[in-house]
């Protein structure tokens, strides 16, 4: 159980580093989306590369941090039977969750989008806007990081649920615990 436990700490560890530097790309999205809108409106200058850059990092925060918002129950979930429930009925739908829903959408996601990533690596793809920047193909590479990251978080949401059924949750630290609900 210990190392079930660390399992879910480096997972939610990993998620949470990356949730700390992706963050840091809104700034960047809103610097650069002013940058852009000052030169166009103020000085009457087109910037396409800056353009795309401020799209790409919307697309690349987005995706780089959609396991630290899982990890913080950020997305969408229906609370009819979660809200006030208590910690091992919690811990049973976050566990069914991962199995019946993240999984096979994580599969599909992968075998439908790996071909397209690869494609656009092979033509070393770069922006369709003239003059915008080259390097789309990292872009789309974070479809794939997108995929990694929901799925280790799925797969610690799942090992925590073996903690709390195992009456071991204890070996969390507090951060990692469910909060509300009862036994």
């Not at 910690?87 to 829903?101: I, Q």
């Not at 799925?154 to 469910?178: H, K, N």
């Amino acid at each position: 159980m210990r190392i079930i436990a660390a399992i879910v700490r480096a997972i939610c560890g990993f998620n949470g580093i990356l949730g700390r530097i992706f963050s840091w790309f809104s700034l960047g999205i809103v610097l650069v989306c002013f940058v852009v809108v000052t030169l166009r409106y103020v000085f009457r200058i087109g910037a396409v590369p800056l353009q795309d850059l401020y799209v790409w990092l919307n697309g690349m925060m987005f995706m780089g941090i959609a396991g630290y918002t899982l990890m913080r129950d950020g997305h969408v979930r229906v609370d009819i039977f979660y809200r006030d429930a208590p910690t091992r009925r919690r811990a049973l739908v976050d566990m069914f969750g991962a199995v019946v829903f993240v999984a096979p959408f994580l599969v599909v996601l992968t075998v439908w989008s790996l071909p397209y990533v690869e494609r656009s690596w092979a033509l070393r793809e770069g922006s369709a806007n003239v003059g915008g920047l080259p390097g789309l193909y990292v872009l789309k590479s974070f479809v794939m990081v997108f995929v990694v990251v929901i799925g280790l978080q799925a797969l610690a949401m799942f090992l925590r649920g073996v903690l709390v059924l195992a009456g071991r949750e204890e070996l969390l630290p507090d951060r990692l615990r469910y909060s509300g609900g009862e036994g």
